[in-house]
């Protein structure tokens, strides 16, 4: 109860109080790289129940000869590397926090493709609302493999409580002024990630 209203009244706070840079960072994205402005995506959220996300775009809409997407280091331009460098990019999550799909802290929402790759153990990263930033996110980013990942999104869930959030909290501030973990080491953001089966002999 406490969790949800904080993030309530944070998220209604924040979004009044950053509402000029909210616009001119939809400003900077609709002359840079067009419309929409925002990037919507059904991610899964509690319970693996979907919603869909909202996030400044930062890639441009760039296909080959097929109408394929290209990679996202061909879609990728300077200033979308700059927005999701300073994670300005996250900014219109707050909004799925006020529908109460996200929280402020939580395991951060991936793909709704990856809930058949995940484990037992993995899959319990969707017990609790995913974050804007989370544990992980403050102890690597994406520097951490995704087996690490997903531990660490795990320790949240077992161990949450509202002094953990703020400590998040903290060190996300300081996490994205060093702008450290932003991509996966030899990617431009982050490998899909897929299980790893083990073959008994």
């Known amino acids: 109860m406490l969790k949800r209203a904080f993030d309530l009244a944070s998220a209604c ?10 616009a001119v960072i939809g400003s900077l994205v ?4 067009g419309t929409p402005v925002l990037f919507r995506q059904v991610r899964p959220g509690r319970n693996g ?3 869909e996300l909202l996030k400044f775009r930062s890639m441009k809409d760039r296909r080959d000869e097929n109408g394929q997407l290209l990679s ?14 300073t994670s300005l990019d996250e900014l ?14 939580g395991p951060r929402p991936l793909l709704m493709e990856y809930l058949q790759e995940y484990d037992s153990e993995q899959a319990r990263r ?25 531990r660490m999104d795990v320790w949240y869930v077992d161990h949450q409580c509202f002094s953990l959030d703020i400590k998040i909290l903290v060190r996300t501030f300081m996490t994205v ?10 990617h431009a953001t982050m490998p899909p990630f897929r299980r790893v089966e083990t073959v008994e002999h």
């Open 72 to 85: 996202d280091e061909q879609r990728l331009t300077r200033f979308g590397i700059w927005l999701r460098s």
């Open 177 to 186: 002024l060093s702008r450290r973990g932003v991509t996966a080491k030899g």
């Open 49 to 51: 129940k979907p919603f």
């Open 13 to 22: 706070l924040l979004l009044l109080l950053m509402s000029p840079l909210l």
């Open 126 to 150: 969707h017990e609790v609302r995913p974050g804007i930033t989370g544990w992980a996110q403050v102890n690597g980013r994406n520097d951490l493999d995704w087996d690490e990942r997903f």
């Open 92 to 105: 219109p999550e707050l909004i799925n926090v006020l529908r109460g799909e996200m929280s402020l802290v």
């Open 30 to 33: 609709w002359w840079k790289l």
